[in-house]
């Protein structure tokens, strides 16, 4: 499709804006002004135009409104519509985050008892609403953690032990929290060896980040174990909540022998994922851990006033307002449209439905751990299919044109050709059935005609795109180009 | 059973049976008994929609300052949104779909983030820029820390009249005893004190000097001279810049900026008590490769048809882990769409109206006040855009409660600049009689308020 910028033409315009209706201020110096004829190179275009245009872009992306999205790890659920429209109201939208604490109310109260909730969720005492996704959720952990060391006398605990089937963002948080990644093995049934832990920890552990259930999608059954190795050594341990989904009202991490877990709001809370974010992350957290977390957290008075204020040891803070506060109000509307048996109810016919999905694959590929219940998702291997010269990439591609998103590929590192399937609870039995016609025909399509499944997508707004041209031939931004030059002539500004 | 799971006890039963248990508990055999909740969770009865409406209506309630006239910024501001921007980000086409994965049934989404990519690229005269990061702060200190990989050198210049809050989140994400963070002082006219800044970059340690572009004073500073100082030193150029500024301004990148990061509330977005904002990050196309977060490119499909993709995805946690040049995996990426279309809409001309009609508003607000006996300037003639620091005869504190009677946030007391400064903001959407009305009420409350 052509881009916005070739929808241009010089004096359209997508907006009316009032006159200018106070007398002009003196230009500004001419070394400091991009000048009269300094162009942005914004496009001209009418609001039609530019509505149709995106309008039509829109029509070629896949989306959890138009079908089911098993994008394991990431928990494709159903968004509510209510929450959209209750985000947007003007009051809680259209104010301004520096208003002294009594004029923002609303909002703060909300966000305490949202806090309160996330709490009792997880069965944690303090909590921080601040950071923006996951990432940022286990950053923050980290640095409580390494606060709490530190005014321990132990600021040498800098060791983050992790399993390898780790999410890529727990090793990328341990280095930008200045520590470094201590690799634990898995068992063969995917579960981590305890015997390993009690290797690897030793004066040095900072944290043992696990993710519960990990992403195999099974429960780590001796968790009291390995949580009990770590606190023995001196270490903390930090749950990667990421999986909550198949945890609510089920267990809380707090019981476990965790220390700290970030939430995923936009996974398990049915904020929307919005094509890559906003998402909201917020942190739980012991007692011990609560008096570093970051600044500014909400207070309850004793006059049933709100208040923001820094906690006396705060590590600092993540970012420049308080949180991703409208995703907060959509999370805050799905806990009370639930409350606690709607929430366990989530989690229970999660659970259902990505067991009855494993059951029903189960014949058609190969699944290297299967001793027993997963929890609210699992990994196939597409290795039996490899053996044909179908590739896991090449049933992604060809769920596409069943009509369906394709599960999270390659991932856990530790699965050959892994398909990480997560219906998440808002499917319909009907709906799964559906998904599991297209995988079986999908394998029995690589023994009898690979090619239908190698050459995938058809169905889709575009065939199979070319990712290697995209790094080798380099076009990250649009050249400016001139009325009249061909394609290619122009330059970058 | 709530609205949003359509598997009832007949389904449950049926699928229950297909997987060989008898019932559901048999499915948490992995978790042991001691850690299985035996009560419910202690959380208020449920709400129907309509109650939960009532509900937030009620929050909304309480939230007296959305009904005051806004003259606050600091980094949130207060502009005009075209209606039409939130029809498309509330398609669920864009809002319900994950990150673009998978290419061909995400072309929607990342078309538009190479459409975003451009717009931020050519606003601040760079080469290239990135989507997205969390807000302008973590973008900044982001920024911080790809100057530090790419120089290999730890120490940052920060210009002192950077956002505070921005600079605490910059002490965050670099938070380490081999790391050091030095402030550049300002001088009586808020510019930067380049002869302190020529002492402290002598050693030639420093990555890079961050300056924001205006400062968090609303002052407009003269980059080029910072940007031959740092790199005479072998150290790169940062600039945190306000886009809505840029239309007016020269541009960074003609000024010698190598990083641009910024904050991209301003662009389409509400002010939401504090987020979701977006961070936009900028840079000269040969540090691409050094750049944290997601970037779109644009490639063939298998007929030659053009198309978008994620690219140099080598750069990112999911394939390089503990050694790649961020851990940021959900972005902002429906915020960056908010941009796009916001900027779209206005266009060459509409947003370089928007820009100066913060130019001359927040000017006509100044004189004005001015004129009330004891209200002076703090900065001298130094140029600013749409935010000034201003003091007035009382306390700024009292000042901002007095004011709130009258109707208006009045703005953001910087103590530190003195006992009546305060930090004072006028958008586009400020209309002349607001502003009128705010120095009459000002006037009354320096009159009376002198004791
Ligand atoms: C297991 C796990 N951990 C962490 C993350 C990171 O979360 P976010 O994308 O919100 O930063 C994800 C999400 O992709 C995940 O699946």
Same mark, same amino acid.
């Given at each position: 499709?052509?881009?916005?910028?070739?929808?241009?033409?010089?004096?359209?315009?997508?907006?009316?804006?009032?006159?200018?209706?106070?007398?002009?201020?003196?230009?500004?110096?001419?070394?400091?002004?991009?000048?009269?004829?300094?162009?942005?190179?914004?496009?001209?275009?009418?609001?039609?135009?530019?509505?149709?245009?995106?309008?039509?872009?829109?029509?070629?992306?896949?989306?959890?409104? *138009?079908?089911?999205?098993?994008?394991?790890?990431?928990t494709? *659920?159903?968004?509510? *519509?209510?929450?959209?429209?209750?985000?947007?109201?003007?009051?809680?939208?259209?104010?301004?985050?520096?208003?002294?604490p009594?004029?923002?109310?609303?909002?703060?109260?909300?966000?305490?008892?949202?806090?309160?909730?996330?709490?009792?969720?997880?069965?944690?005492?303090?909590?921080?609403?601040?950071?923006a996704?996951?990432?940022?959720?286990?950053?923050?952990?980290?640095?409580?953690?390494?606060?709490?060391?530190?005014?321990?006398?132990?600021?040498?605990?800098?060791?983050?032990?992790?399993?390898?089937?780790?999410?890529?963002?727990?090793?990328?948080?341990?280095?930008?929290?200045?520590?470094?990644?201590?690799?634990?093995?898995?068992?063969?049934?995917?579960?981590?060896?305890?015997?390993?832990?009690?290797?690897?920890?030793?004066?040095?552990?900072?944290?043992?980040?696990?993710?519960?259930?990990?992403?195999?999608?099974?429960?780590?059954?001796?968790?009291?174990?390995?949580?009990?190795?770590?606190?023995?050594?001196?270490?903390?341990?930090?749950?990667?909540?990421?999986?909550?989904?198949a945890?609510?009202?089920?267990?809380?991490?707090?019981?476990?022998?965790?220390?700290?877990?970030?939430?995923?709001?936009?996974?398990?809370?049915?904020?929307?994922?919005?094509?890559?974010?906003?998402?909201?992350?917020?942190?739980?957290?012991?007692?011990?851990?609560?008096?570093?977390?970051?600044?500014?957290?909400v207070?309850?008075?004793?006059?049933?006033?709100y208040?923001?204020?820094?906690?006396?040891?705060?590590?600092?803070?993540l970012?420049?307002?308080?949180?991703n506060?409208?995703?907060?109000?959509?999370?805050?509307?799905?806990?009370r449209?639930?409350?606690a048996?709607?929430l366990?109810?989530?989690?229970?016919?999660?659970?259902?439905?990505?067991?009855?999905?494993?059951?029903?694959?189960?014949?058609?590929?190969?699944?290297?751990?299967?001793?027993?219940?997963?929890?609210?998702?699992?990994?196939?291997?597409?290795?039996?299919?490899?053996?044909?010269?179908?590739?896991?990439?090449?049933?992604?591609?060809?769920?596409?044109?069943y009509g369906?998103?394709?599960?999270?590929?390659?991932?856990?590192?530790?699965?050959?050709?892994?398909?990480? @399937?997560?219906?998440?609870?808002?499917?319909?039995?009907?709906?799964?059935?559906?998904?599991?016609?297209?995988? @079986?025909?999908?394998?029995?399509?690589?023994?009898?005609?690979?090619?239908?499944?190698?050459?995938?997508?058809?169905?889709?707004?575009?065939?199979?795109?070319?990712?290697?041209?995209?790094? *080798?031939?380099?076009?990250?931004?649009?050249?400016?180009?001139?009325?009249?030059?061909?394609?290619?002539?122009?330059e970058?500004? | 059973?709530?609205?949003?799971?359509?598997?009832?006890?007949?389904?449950?039963?049926?699928? +229950?049976?297909?997987i060989?248990?008898?019932?559901?508990?048999?499915?948490?055999?992995?978790?042991?008994?001691?850690? /299985?909740?035996?009560?419910?969770?202690?959380?208020?009865?449920?709400?129907?929609?309509?109650?939960?409406?009532?509900?937030?209506?009620?929050?909304?309630?309480?939230?007296?300052?959305?009904?005051?006239?806004?003259?606050?910024?600091?980094?949130?501001?207060?502009?005009?949104?075209?209606?039409?921007?939130?029809?498309?980000?509330?398609r669920?086409?864009?809002?319900?779909?994950?990150?673009?994965?998978?290419?061909?049934?995400?072309?929607?989404?990342?078309?538009?983030?190479?459409?975003?990519?451009?717009?931020?690229?050519?606003?601040?005269?760079?080469?290239?820029?990135?989507?997205?990061?969390?807000?302008?702060?973590?973008a900044a200190?982001?920024?911080?820390?790809?100057?530090?990989?790419?120089?290999?050198?730890?120490?940052?210049?920060?210009?002192?009249?950077?956002?505070?809050?921005?600079?605490?989140?910059?002490?965050?994400?670099?938070?380490?005893?081999?790391?050091?963070?030095?402030?550049?002082?300002?001088?009586?006219?808020?510019?930067?004190?380049?002869?302190?800044?020529?002492?402290?970059?002598?050693?030639?340690?420093?990555?890079?000097?961050?300056?924001?572009?205006?400062?968090?004073?609303?002052?407009?500073?003269?980059l080029?001279?910072?940007?031959?100082?740092?790199?005479?030193?072998?150290?790169?150029?940062?600039?945190?810049?306000?886009?809505?500024?840029?239309?007016?301004?020269?541009?960074?990148?003609?000024a010698?900026?190598?990083?641009?990061?910024?904050e991209?509330?301003?662009?389409?977005?509400?002010?939401?008590?504090?987020?979701?904002?977006i961070?936009?990050?900028?840079?000269?196309?040969?540090?691409?490769?050094?750049?944290?977060?997601?970037?779109i490119? /644009?490639?063939?499909?298998?007929?030659?048809?053009?198309?978008?993709?994620?690219?140099?995805?080598t750069?990112?946690?999911?394939?390089?882990?503990?050694?790649?040049?961020?851990?940021?995996?959900?972005?902002?990426?429906l915020?960056?769409?908010?941009?796009?279309?916001? +900027?779209?809409?206005?266009?060459?001309?509409g947003?370089?109206?928007?820009?100066?009609?913060?130019?001359?508003?927040?000017?006509?607000? =100044?004189?004005?006040?001015?004129?009330?006996?004891?209200?002076?300037?703090?900065?001298?003639?130094?140029?600013?855009?749409?935010?000034?620091?201003?003091?007035?005869p009382v306390?700024?504190? =009292?000042?901002?409660? /007095?004011?709130?009677?009258?109707?208006?946030?009045?703005?953001?007391?910087?103590?530190?600049?003195?006992?009546?400064?305060?930090?004072?903001?006028?958008?586009?959407?400020?209309?002349?009689?607001?502003?009128?009305?705010?120095?009459?009420a000002?006037?009354q409350?320096?009159?009376?308020?002198s004791?």
């Amino acid at each position: 499709m052509k881009t916005v910028f070739e929808l241009s033409s010089p004096g359209r315009m997508g907006v009316s804006l009032p006159e200018l209706d106070v007398p002009a201020a003196p230009d500004l110096p001419a070394g400091l002004s991009r000048g009269s004829e300094g162009k942005t190179g914004l496009p001209e275009a009418t609001e039609g135009q530019v509505l149709r245009h995106y309008v039509n872009l829109s029509t070629m992306n896949h989306h959890v409104d *138009k079908g089911m999205y098993p994008l394991g790890s990431c928990t494709m *659920k159903y968004n509510p *519509k209510l929450h959209e429209n209750l985000a947007r109201i003007r009051g809680l939208s259209g104010i301004h985050p520096l208003v002294p604490p009594a004029l923002a109310a609303g909002s703060l109260e909300l966000m305490y008892r949202l806090g309160e909730f996330l709490c009792e969720i997880t069965g944690f005492e303090g909590v921080s609403l601040q950071p923006a996704a996951g990432a940022q959720g286990e950053f923050c952990g980290l640095m409580l953690i390494k606060s709490y060391h530190e005014s321990r006398g132990e600021p040498n605990r800098n060791e983050i032990l992790m399993p390898d089937s780790a999410h890529g963002t727990n090793p990328a948080t341990a280095t930008l929290a200045d520590c470094i990644v201590v690799g634990v093995e898995s068992n063969e049934f995917g579960l981590v060896d305890p015997d390993d832990l009690r290797r690897k920890v030793g004066p040095n552990t900072a944290a043992f980040m696990l993710t519960n259930p990990n992403t195999l999608g099974l429960f780590e059954s001796r968790i009291e174990e390995l949580t009990s190795i770590v606190h023995e050594a001196g270490g903390l341990n930090y749950m990667d909540g990421a999986n909550m989904n198949a945890l609510l009202g089920i267990a809380k991490p707090g019981e476990m022998g965790f220390d700290v877990c970030h939430l995923n709001l936009h996974k398990t809370f049915s904020t929307p994922h919005g094509g890559g974010g906003p998402g909201s992350g917020p942190v739980a957290c012991i007692e011990e851990l609560a008096a570093f977390l970051p600044d500014p957290a909400v207070i309850l008075e004793d006059d049933g006033g709100y208040k923001l204020c820094r906690k006396q040891n705060s590590f600092g803070r993540l970012l420049a307002f308080h949180a991703n506060t409208g995703v907060l109000y959509k999370a805050y509307a799905y806990i009370r449209t639930l409350g606690a048996a709607g929430l366990r109810e989530v989690s229970e016919i999660a659970l259902i439905n990505a067991n009855y999905l494993k059951a029903k694959l189960g014949d058609y590929f190969d699944n290297p751990f299967d001793n027993g219940p997963c929890m609210h998702e699992f990994v196939l291997s597409g290795d039996r299919q490899a053996e044909q010269g179908v590739k896991t990439l090449d049933i992604a591609k060809r769920l596409l044109d069943y009509g369906f998103h394709a599960p999270t590929v390659y991932f856990p590192l530790i699965v050959h050709e892994a398909l990480m @399937i997560e219906p998440t609870e808002t499917e319909s039995l009907e709906d799964l059935d559906s998904f599991i016609e297209a995988m @079986i025909s999908i394998a029995e399509e690589a023994e009898e005609k690979p090619y239908l499944v190698t050459d995938a997508p058809v169905n889709t707004p575009v065939l199979r795109l070319d990712e290697v041209k995209a790094v *080798k031939d380099l076009c990250i931004v649009e050249p400016v180009r001139s009325v009249g030059q061909a394609p290619g002539e122009g330059e970058n500004l | 059973m709530s609205r949003f799971v359509p598997n009832g006890p007949a389904q449950r039963e049926k699928m +229950l049976r297909a997987i060989g248990a008898a019932k559901f508990e048999d499915l948490l055999e992995p978790v042991p008994e001691k850690f /299985r909740l035996k009560e419910k969770l202690q959380l208020p009865e449920p709400l129907s929609e309509f109650e939960l409406t009532c509900e937030f209506e009620e929050f909304a309630r309480k939230n007296t300052g959305a009904d005051l006239v806004c003259f606050m910024g600091a980094g949130a501001y207060d502009h005009f949104i075209p209606a039409a921007a939130d029809h498309i980000l509330l398609r669920s086409e864009f809002y319900t779909a994950y990150t673009p994965y998978q290419a061909e049934v995400s072309q929607g989404t990342l078309q538009a983030i190479f459409e975003y990519q451009t717009m931020i690229a050519r606003l601040t005269g760079m080469d290239m820029a990135n989507a997205s990061m969390y807000d302008g702060a973590s973008a900044a200190a982001e920024a911080c820390l790809m100057a530090m990989r790419i120089t290999r050198k730890q120490k940052i210049l920060v210009a002192g009249s950077l956002n505070p809050g921005w600079l605490e989140v910059i002490r965050t994400y670099l938070k380490r005893d081999d790391f050091e963070i030095s402030e550049i002082p300002y001088l009586d006219d808020g510019t930067l004190d380049l002869a302190i800044a020529s002492e402290l970059i002598k050693d030639g340690a420093a990555a890079a000097i961050l300056v924001q572009y205006p400062n968090y004073f609303g002052l407009i500073e003269d980059l080029q001279p910072v940007a031959d100082l740092i790199h005479e030193h072998k150290g790169l150029f940062i600039v945190a810049a306000d886009p809505v500024a840029l239309p007016l301004l020269r541009s960074p990148g003609d000024a010698g900026a190598d990083i641009v990061a910024g904050e991209g509330q301003s662009m389409g977005i509400p002010m939401s008590y504090g987020g979701p904002y977006i961070g936009f990050m900028a840079a000269r196309m040969k540090l691409a490769r050094k750049m944290p977060g997601r970037i779109i490119g /644009r490639t063939t499909d298998r007929a030659g048809q053009t198309g978008y993709v994620l690219t140099l995805q080598t750069r990112e946690q999911h394939i390089r882990r503990n050694k790649a040049t961020s851990n940021i995996c959900s972005n902002q990426a429906l915020m960056a769409l908010a941009n796009v279309i916001y +900027l779209s809409l206005m266009g060459e001309k509409g947003f370089r109206e928007i820009s100066s009609q913060c130019y001359h508003k927040s000017h006509y607000l =100044e004189k004005k006040l001015l004129e009330i006996p004891g209200v002076s300037r703090i900065f001298g003639n130094t140029p600013f855009f749409r935010e000034f620091a201003i003091s007035f005869p009382v306390s700024s504190i =009292e000042l901002r409660d /007095r004011m709130i009677e009258h109707g208006f946030l009045a703005g953001i007391p910087v103590v530190e600049l003195g006992e009546g400064a305060m930090l004072v903001t006028v958008t586009e959407k400020r209309t002349r009689d607001e502003i009128d009305r705010y120095i009459g009420a000002a006037a009354q409350v320096c009159r009376g308020g002198s004791a």
